[in-house]
């Protein structure tokens, strides 16, 4: 079964284990590491090189590692956003040498939210993540970021929603499931400048949310199943 790390991590386990018990140590002493973080620097060349975009577009000045601890241990993928004003706040998923704009920012605030699951259930650990943007109207969206080839898809509502949903989200792992959340009163809680960046956990605990669904994997697809009001 593979795991979201990169291949190379298996190879490299690999020449540890036999480098160990060829000098008399047993694999169960050697422990695989994580592979070594990008500097936002780094990031931003590679993101660069692999966008077809010029470095100063992507400057490392404005550019954060918002990657949440968890997506880090199972996935061994860093998040970067541009959080420079006059920018479209874009995101980007950064691993082994690739990278890719995940989400929308121009307009809002790109990506709030961002867990590990293994959506589709191939064995590897997904980035699932929220979004917002838009120019004169708001508006939010989920989608998953497929780490067996690196392609994103937007996850629906089920039924289809009739209008575009405003609220900022917030994406939660319960009971082996991520419920979504909309966040409440955004004038009230001091959110703006949070989610220009990206909420910490301590930033969550002060903002008022409202669940409004689940996602569930159903017929080869993800789908975001409203709760009734």
Same mark, same amino acid.
């Given at each position: 079964?593979?795991?979201?790390?990169?291949?190379?991590?298996?190879?490299?386990?690999?020449?540890w284990?036999?480098?160990?018990?060829?000098?008399?140590?047993?694999?169960?002493?050697?422990?695989?590491?994580?592979?070594?973080?990008?500097?936002?620097?780094?990031?931003?060349?590679?993101?660069?090189?692999?966008?077809?975009?010029?470095? $100063?577009?992507? @400057?490392?000045?404005?550019?954060?590692? #918002?990657?949440?601890? +968890?997506i880090?241990?199972? &996935? %061994? /993928?860093?998040?970067?956003?541009?959080?420079?004003?006059?920018?479209s706040?874009?995101?980007?998923?950064?691993?082994?040498?690739?990278?890719?704009?995940?989400?929308?920012?121009?307009?809002?605030?790109?990506?709030?939210?961002?867990?590990?699951?293994?959506v589709?259930?191939?064995?590897?650990?997904?980035?699932?993540?929220?979004? $917002?943007?838009? @120019?004169?109207?708001?508006?939010?969206? #989920?989608?998953?970021? +497929?780490?067996?080839?690196? &392609? %994103? /898809?937007?996850?629906?509502?089920?039924?289809?929603?009739?209008?575009?949903?405003?609220?900022?989200?917030?994406?939660?792992?319960e009971?082996?499931?991520?419920?979504?959340?909309?966040?409440?009163?955004?004038?009230?809680n001091?959110?703006?400048?949070?989610?220009?960046?990206?909420?910490t956990?301590?930033?969550?605990?002060?903002?008022?949310?409202?669940?409004?669904?689940?996602?569930?994997?159903?017929?080869?697809?993800?789908?975001?199943?409203?709760?009734?009001e």
């Amino acid at each position: 079964m593979r795991t979201g790390l990169p291949r190379v991590l298996s190879l490299l386990a690999i020449c540890w284990v036999a480098a160990s018990c060829g000098s008399g140590g047993t694999p169960e002493s050697v422990s695989v590491a994580l592979p070594r973080k990008l500097t936002s620097e780094q990031a931003g060349k590679l993101i660069a090189a692999n966008m077809n975009e010029t470095v $100063s577009r992507v @400057s490392s000045a404005y550019l954060i590692d #918002i990657t949440p601890p +968890d997506i880090w241990k199972q &996935t %061994g /993928h860093q998040l970067f956003k541009n959080t420079e004003e006059a920018s479209s706040r874009d995101t980007y998923a950064v691993s082994d040498g690739k990278a890719v704009q995940i989400g929308i920012g121009f307009g809002g605030y790109g990506v709030t939210s961002a867990v590990p699951y293994d959506v589709n259930k191939d064995g590897t650990t997904d980035i699932v993540y929220a979004y $917002s943007f838009g @120019s004169g109207i708001h508006r939010s969206v #989920i989608a998953w970021l +497929d780490l067996q080839n690196f &392609t %994103g /898809h937007i996850v629906s509502n089920k039924p289809e929603a009739m209008e575009f949903r405003q609220e900022d989200l917030i994406l939660k792992i319960e009971n082996k499931h991520i419920a979504v959340y909309r966040i409440k009163g955004m004038d009230n809680n001091n959110s703006f400048g949070v989610l220009r960046k990206y909420p910490t956990s301590k930033d969550i605990e002060k903002m008022t949310l409202v669940k409004e669904g689940e996602l569930v994997w159903e017929n080869s697809e993800f789908f975001n199943i409203p709760i009734s009001e």
